[in-house]
């Protein structure tokens, strides 16, 4: 069993009944940290894998449902967790498109779930840190809070966006046992990057290796994807004593991509 450096901790992380965030909610779970995991769905799926985790790793595991591009819901859910040592923002969603043709609807559901609901989620945990005297709040920008790509508009603004509020929120909680950092990842093979390569392959004549090295992992220079295990590795370094000094900071797991 992992280091339980976690344990009597619990973490609330946002968008986690799958990829990254369910990458980051395991980790947290195998080092002993209780765990509330969220999506906008409400299925016996949902409860299902809170009742999986929570058997796999010996700890508590709650699935509250709340739809982060509704500020109330996004506060709601802390409220309900009941407690909130560990904040992971994570829940994000991503439209391609150039800014005249850009949807209007896209650009608001972007901003309020990929920037937005950080805020709010981050509101209502700080009161409870501070009561507590310890908290980590963990935001899950992107490289692309770093650097831009064409037609990215609103995930490049949201996530430029999140990086300034990881800042704020680290100055505003400094010298009080609580932290706010960034990771940056690249490309993670997530299931929904996994779906989009038989697409591309598609789209571009080319074979599954030539889209993941020539396409998909061209700005990549590691050539390589980083892992859900590693951004969820990289997560409990930050909510350990050994980060305890890292705030207000990007942690960049993208295999040098924000170097070039």
Known sequence: MADRVLTGKTAVVTGSNSGIGLGVAEALAAAGADLVINSFTDTPEDHALAERLAADHGVAVRYIAADMSKPDQCRALVEKAGRCDILVNNAGIQHVAPIPE???DKWDAIIAINLSSAFH????ALPMMRAAGWGRVINVASAHGLTAS???SAYVAAKHGVVGLTKVTALEAAGEGITCNAICPGYVLTPIIEKQIPDQMQTHGMTREDVIAKVMLARQPSGQFATVEQIG???VFLCSEAAAQVTGTTISVD?????L
């Open 255 to 259: 295999g040098g991509w924000t170097a």
């Open 150 to 152: 064409p037609f990215k």
């Open 102 to 104: 850009f949807p209007m």
């Open 233 to 235: 590795g990289t997560a």
């Open 121 to 124: 989620t981050t509101a209502a």
